[in-house]
């Protein structure tokens, strides 16, 4: 049986990290080897337990997730590592990314969604799909935060995700009509219909939340 995977929890609201302790316990191949409640705490905690993933809320005390990521690569001994983080955190999640996150995770993360996403980091993967060029990740920090729905988002048809797969690629809606076939004014409805169904406000964040469903 192989050795399970050795994950480091960093988060300083107690209640979430109790949260994504008490998931990760039902899993057999996951094992929670150590917890830190802010960043000196996170730096330190992963020099002692040596981890294969970490779990890391972008907003920390003392150093924020960035400046955690950051001094482990500078040090060379970054873990594979997944972002914590709610919709109002693009600007550091894109500095994140950038700094050697593997990806993301939403602080409401289902447990099948959680569990694989350690696993695919584990095994050397990422979340953030080749679609997800440098063009879309620009954008990211520059849009406003909106309100965001906590409703669980409606399944985009084949033809919504051939839609947010060409704006992942920073196409506009033009350039998306000429690949598809169809007028602008068919892709503006699809777009209408993808922020309607994922329960966001703008393009960037569809863009996070397809990549959290697992569209990419």
Known sequence: ???????????????????????????????VVGEAADGEEALEAVERVRPDVVLLDIR???????????????????????????????????????????????????????????????????????????????NLGRQPVGFESAEPPEALTVREREVLRLLSAGLSNREIGEALGVVEGTVKNHVHNILQKLGVRDRSRALLKGIEIGYF
Not at 9 to 30: H, I, N, P, Y
Not at 75 to 90: H, M, V, W
């Open 1 to 31: 049986m192989n050795a399970p995977i050795r994950v480091l929890l960093v988060e300083d609201q107690t209640l979430v990290r109790e949260g994504l302790r008490s998931l990760l316990g039902f899993a057999k191949d996951l094992e």
């Open 60 to 138: 920390l005390p003392k150093k924020n997730g960035l400046e955690v990521l950051q001094e482990l690569a500078r040090k060379g001994t970054a873990p594979p590592t997944l972002i914590l983080t709610t919709f109002d955190d693009d600007a550091l999640l894109l500095q994140a990314l950038k700094a050697g996150a593997r990806g993301f995770l939403l602080k409401d993360v289902t447990f099948q969604r959680l569990t694989e996403a350690i696993r695919e980091v584990a095994a050397g993967g990422s979340l953030i799909r080749p679609a997800m060029t440098e063009r879309a990740l620009r």
